[in-house]
T-cell receptor, first 110, second 112 residues
Framework: LAKTTQPISMDSYEGQEVNITCSHN???????ITWYQQFPSQGPRFIIQ???TKVTNEVASLFIPADRKSSTLSLPRVSLSDTAVYYC???????????FGAGTTVTVRA | KAGVTQTPRYLIKTRGQQVTLSCSPI?????VSWYQQTPGQGLQFLFE???????NKGNFPGRFSGRQFSNSRSEMNVSTLELGDSALYLC???????????FGPGTRLTVL
């Protein structure tokens, strides 16, 4: 599994856009990039997944440059309820053994 | 569609006892994976079942075991509990193959 590196923590304010960058220099050709969100004492929640370029859903956008050695999760106009830990995972699409790093703790303040 | 459910949500046991946790996957999902989450070690993979067969196992001692039934429901058993087994145990289900894993709310196990 490709190792990922992401910031330990980020602070933001309500209404701002939050961008979390994840580095994955050893990403393999078959690997996808997936992001999960986790609130305390709850299971991780799938946010978005992508392979290359840009993916957008109703919650977030995922930007992946051509070399795929990094990716950026973008959360538009965050609210207090977006305070959570965000995990970046890299692995083959059929990789059922998810490997979570330490994640990024995002704190949104009023 | 109902999400992944786990029972019980909270459990308190003492050292040396054993415990069984249950996971009901999303309808139609045949793959169930189990994870242990602790503040110190983060989220760690325990094992994964697909169609009643264990396909992969993480680096946990043999005290941790599991099984999956024909309806895809899964159970995880921990024998001879140790204080260090206190954790949030999460299960995730997927259709298998390239499908995304969806997590349940977890079972909070406290070993005294």
């Amino acid at each position: 599994l490709a190792k990922t590196t992401q910031p330990i923590s980020m602070d933001s304010y309500e209404g701002q856009e939050v961008n979390i960058t994840c580095s994955h220099n050893n990403i393999a050709t078959n690997d996808y990039i997936t992001w999960y969100q986790q609130f305390p004492s709850q299971g991780p929640r799938f946010i978005i997944q992508g392979y290359k370029t840009k993916v957008t859903n109703e919650v977030a956008s995922l930007f992946i440059p051509a070399d795929r050695k990094s990716s950026t999760l973008s959360l538009p106009r965050v609210s207090l309820s977006d305070t959570a830990v965000y995990y970046c995972l890299v692995g083959a699409a059929n990789d059922y053994k998810l490997s979570f790093g330490a994640g990024t703790t995002v704190t949104v303040r009023a | 569609k109902a999400g992944v459910t786990q029972t019980p949500r909270y459990l308190i046991k003492t050292r040396g006892q054993q415990v069984t946790l249950s996971c009901s996957p999303i309808s139609g999902h045949r793959s169930v994976s189990w994870y242990q989450q602790t503040p110190g070690q983060g989220l760690q993979f325990l094992f994964e079942y697909f169609s009643e067969t264990q396909r992969n196992k993480g680096n946990f001692p043999g005290r941790f075991s599991g099984r999956q039934f024909s309806n895809s429901r899964s159970e995880m058993n921990v024998s001879t509990l140790e204080l260090g087994d206190s954790a949030l145990y999460l299960c995730a289900s997927s259709r298998g193959g390239t499908d995304t894993q969806y997590f349940g709310p977890g079972t909070r196990l406290t070993v005294l």
